[in-house]
């Protein structure tokens, strides 16, 4: 297979394939919090992160929802289609935590009475900025259209996961997602996984999720290879 570096981000590689509409990802052990000032590797990261992405896209797949999985050729490599990025990212909240509580005051762990959809410019030089739909037309970042309907998709997708995950006793707190076009088609990209979502034990409350690393709360290697043992079970 013919491979080029496209584009290494904080978590991921990007190559070239054959097939011109095609890339392959490969997923990284490295791990980064608040936009790269720290950093650090979860051993076996790469390996847990391609799974779990690889099972929830198919997951979602089979409930209509369209994303860029194609296939996952190896541990740590997922082949998906190419697509045209939309700048945005799409952040779905179901309980109060992280940034949420620091812009409210609402108390860690409060349950919302309905999930709450935001918007993040993807600009690593501001700092990826929370904006609102106002922005996102002044700054033609998207069409009202399609800003619809990526806050269509997010709560779809979260109708799906949320009762999935709650089955294996998992909290899905709240979630970060990235679309794309192809050929005109609106499609899941990124990745689903312990780095992506915020996700904790439904009795607890006990932290599986990259704010282990953020917070130093330690067994973080622990705690996402049991967040794949449980999405696979």
Same mark, same amino acid.
């Given at each position: 297979m013919?491979?080029?570096?496209?584009?290494?981000?904080?978590?991921?590689?990007?190559?070239?394939?054959?097939?011109?509409?095609?890339?392959?990802?490969?997923?990284?052990d490295?791990?980064?919090?608040?936009?790269?000032?720290?950093k650090?590797?979860?051993?076996?990261?790469?390996?847990?992160?391609?799974?779990?992405?690889?099972?929830?896209?198919?997951?979602?797949?089979?409930?209509?929802?369209?994303?860029?999985?194609?296939?996952?050729?190896?541990?740590?490599? %997922?082949?998906?289609?190419?697509?045209?990025m939309?700048?945005?990212?799409?952040?779905?909240?179901?309980?109060?935590?992280?940034?949420?509580?620091?812009?409210?005051?609402l108390?860690e762990?409060?349950?919302?009475?309905?999930?709450?959809?935001?918007?993040?410019?993807?600009?690593?030089?501001?700092g990826?900025?929370?904006?609102?739909?106002?922005?996102?037309?002044? =700054?033609?970042l998207?069409?009202?259209?399609?800003?619809?309907?990526l806050?269509?998709?997010?709560?779809?997708?979260?109708?799906?996961?949320?009762?999935?995950?709650?089955?294996?006793?998992?909290?899905?707190?709240d979630?970060?997602?990235?679309?794309? =076009?192809?050929?005109?088609? %609106?499609?899941?990209?990124d990745?689903?996984?312990?780095?992506t979502?915020?996700?904790?034990?439904?009795?607890?409350?006990?932290? %599986?999720?990259?704010?282990?690393?953020?917070?130093?709360?330690?067994?973080?290697?622990?705690?996402?290879?049991?967040?794949?043992?449980?999405?696979l079970?």
């Amino acid at each position: 297979m013919n491979q080029t570096l496209l584009y290494e981000g904080k978590a991921k590689k990007v190559y070239t394939t054959q097939d011109p509409s095609r890339v392959l990802v490969e997923f990284k052990d490295d791990a980064t919090a608040f936009n790269g000032q720290k950093k650090g590797q979860i051993v076996g990261k790469g390996i847990i992160n391609t799974k779990i992405s690889a099972h929830l896209f198919r997951l979602l797949e089979n409930h209509g929802i369209e994303t860029h999985f194609i296939d996952q050729p190896s541990d740590n490599t %997922l082949i998906v289609e190419r697509l045209r990025m939309v700048p945005l990212e799409v952040v779905v909240r179901n309980v109060v935590a992280g940034s949420l509580k620091q812009r409210t005051g609402l108390e860690e762990g409060t349950i919302l009475a309905f999930p709450i959809v935001e918007f993040y410019f993807k600009n690593d030089a501001l700092g990826d900025p929370l904006i609102n739909e106002d922005h996102i037309r002044a =700054m033609n970042l998207a069409s009202t259209e399609l800003t619809s309907r990526l806050k269509h998709e997010a709560r779809r997708i979260n109708d799906i996961l949320q009762p999935y995950l709650e089955a294996r006793g998992l909290q899905l707190v709240d979630f970060k997602l990235e679309f794309g =076009m192809a050929d005109g088609d %609106l499609k899941l990209g990124d990745e689903i996984s312990p780095d992506t979502c915020r996700l904790w034990d439904k009795e607890s409350h006990k932290k %599986l999720d990259k704010d282990r690393f953020r917070q130093d709360l330690g067994a973080v290697e622990d705690a996402y290879q049991e967040v794949l043992e449980r999405i696979l079970s």
